[in-house]
């Protein structure tokens, strides 16, 4: 079993620091043995949905809340995207003795930009106006291409494309259709 840890630690790490109420993480379970994961992970935790199993199985995320109250998000994970961010992934030791496993900048830009929130736009130009010039573009459209056309969502890749163009100060960089 692995885990990564991503949204908002990775966010601090590759992005703009800011507060969240709730933590997002990974898990690489594969198709079909996510039940056995989600019920492990149901004896340990409280739900913050009825029916948390039946809603993880549709939705491919376990919606935790820890006993003083934070939310975990866990992603049921088994795409070939998530294996790839978990194997691209890296440590970083925050403080002395508390070492976690982030996302690469550019899966953090993926997972966000596929998430598709106002907040995960305004993190998606932080991260890129923070790692200016260090991202792997090719990467990025490549992964996220596949993800918006699974998703049904090209328009994903023309948001991204008008904030990197935005935050690097570059036009006609940014070739993202096949």
């Known amino acids: 079993m692995e885990v990564l840890l991503h949204w908002g630690i990775a966010n601090f790490r590759w992005g703009t620091p800011r507060l969240t109420n709730d933590l997002g993480l990974t898990l690489l379970t594969g198709f079909g043995g996510e039940a056995a994961f989600a019920n492990a992970l149901l004896s340990e935790y409280e739900s913050r949905v009825p029916d948390a199993l039946d809603f993880a199985m549709e939705n491919r995320v376990l919606l935790l809340r820890t006993d003083d109250g934070f939310g975990v998000d866990v992603t049921l994970g ?101």
């Open 78 to 178: 088994a795409m070939p995207f998530e294996t790839s961010a978990i194997a691209r992934s890296s440590s970083i030791e925050l403080v002395p003795g508390a070492v976690l496993r982030t996302c690469s900048a550019e899966d953090l830009i993926v997972h966000k930009c596929f998430a598709a929130r106002p907040q995960d736009w305004v993190d998606v130009e932080g991260v890129i106006l923070k790692q200016r010039g260090r991202l792997d573009w090719p990467q990025i459209w490549s992964d996220l291409g596949d993800l918006a056309e699974l998703k049904g969502a090209p328009e994903l890749l023309d948001e991204l494309v008008m904030i990197a163009r935005r935050a690097e100060g570059i036009v006609g960089r940014f070739p993202h259709r096949r």
